[in-house]
């Protein structure tokens, strides 16, 4: 059964930094592309950040373009999402998704590439 776990959430203030990490099993083979997205209470979410994994390309939103780096571990089936300066805004419940079908005629980071979703993990921003 495949399983994608986010872990490293948490609470921080204003300018901090944090570390996601999304670890993948049960599955053997390559994906095409892991990406993170982002809801926020009464808001739709949102793509933030995703890679291809065959060349290492990322793709950013402009709202955390300069602030985040998606990473890629490929011997721990893990991805990262590095987080600073992190602001209030950012506020939100942080998923990993998966894409293992290389789906085209969407966006990295539009959650319709993905068929394969965390349950989630909490970041808080305090001002």
């Known amino acids: 059964q495949v399983q994608l776990v986010e872990s490293g959430g948490g609470s921080v203030q204003a300018g901090g930094s944090l570390r996601l990490s999304c670890a993948t099993s049960?599955?053997?083979?390559?994906?095409?592309?892991m990406g993170w997205f982002r809801q926020a209470p009464g808001k739709e979410r949102e793509g933030v950040a995703a890679i291809y994994t065959g060349g290492g390309s990322t793709y950013y939103a402009d709202s955390v373009k300069g602030r985040f780096t998606i990473s890629q571990d490929n011997a721990k089936n893990t991805v990262y999402l590095q987080m600073n300066s992190l602001e209030p805004e950012d506020t939100a419940m942080y998923y990993c998704?998966?894409?293992?079908?290389?789906?085209?005629?969407?966006?990295?980071?539009?959650?319709?590439?993905?068929?394969?979703w965390g349950q989630g993990t909490q970041v808080t921003v305090s001002s």
């Open positions: 998704a998966a894409d293992n079908r290389g789906v085209t005629g969407y966006s990295h980071i539009s959650s319709a590439r993905y068929n394969y």
């Open positions: 049960g599955y053997t083979y390559s994906w095409k592309c």
